[in-house]
């Protein structure tokens, strides 16, 4: 099956180096996005609501695996997007109107570095750019790890694969990576061997969009209207959200990992706060019952992909943020709002990923490994909401992309020059 597939993306590609050479150049005013699992998530959604603000663009295809799976995620949503001033239109892989949409646009976003993979190193045209967009902060050490670095000095191998200009071309062919500061720059340049000028600080789309929610009193959020009634509810004081990372092919996530853990304890605690713990787990793990004992419906409720395929449009909703080493905490972090971080290092994923960033230092927030030590900091969190400001602080500064930098102005300039 996987050689079919990779025969029918060459076909693909090959037909649209065809279609490519019979038509004009990309369109100043079009571009693409391909999308994770069919998904609009936090950067794609984002994207789309900055293009509709940006003059220069007129029309935005999202390319997605599953038309249907799209739709059935979307079908609130789509009606909202309906009344955009922006043309955007749902185009699969293996459809002639992909073809179409890479040949109009002059910028397509990807999001895996396979996405379009033959498509790209076939296009021809200089005027046509591809720009990754990272899934969020590179908290992983990865091949920076010094195990790997054993194995590469074993094996007499260089990782920086940009030192060999054709090979990156074949195995990357992207014009910019798109990071938020510094630190990431280094990180993905030195782990990932992609060449330093290819990252540029453009910061992502999700910043830009939190930002409007945060700072602008007309901007709604883009979800379903139940999420929406559910959020503004009047009769709880508090809400929690709980996202833990995705652990891929290292097993399922296992919310807590807590040796004292006791359902009814926690149900009980968040009751006598007047307080709700919203669950959003990865969206592959949604069907998994990970969660099926914990949420109630209750004080323990739902907050998954159908709940909202965005966490940018949620996360104002939130007086406390609980994760483990998700990314998410650096998209919280502008609301300046207590963090807590349930220690689960023990796991697997965890000795085989790692950090690339100091656990004390960069993730701003206690560290607990029992529930009496989750609910004790979830109250102190709940009762103070600058509760380790100082260290949040520090961390914005560190990981954050400056709130007046626009992610698609940066984007468009970087590839103008």
Known sequence: MKLLDRSQKIYDAVAFRVQETRQSGPRNDTIAVTLRESTL??????LVLLAENHPAITTVYLVVESLDRFHQTHEELVSQLDLLNLNIEAVSYRSELLQTALIESWITFIRNSRDLLYHRFLNSDP????VQIYHGLAKGSGNLRRDSQEKQREKRLNSLSYQKPFLSRISTAVDLYTVSTDIERFYRSA??????????KCGYPKYDRLYELIDSEGAKPIVPKETQRTLEADDVQYRILYAPTHRGSYGLTKLFPFDDFDIKTL????ASWNAELYIRTHISEERAGTYDDVVDGSVIKYAGHSFSPSSTEILPYFDVLVTDYSSIYTEYLPLDRPIIFVKDTGTDYFRSKGLALDYGTYFPGPKVDRLNDLTTELELSLNDNQYYADDREFVAKALLPDPDQQFLASVMQNLSQ
């Open 41 to 46: 998530d936090a950067d794609t959604l984002s």
């Open 267 to 270: 149900r009980a605690e968040l």
């Open 127 to 130: 005027k046509r750019n591809f």
């Open 191 to 200: 782990a990932d061997g992609i060449q330093p000028a290819l990252i540029q």
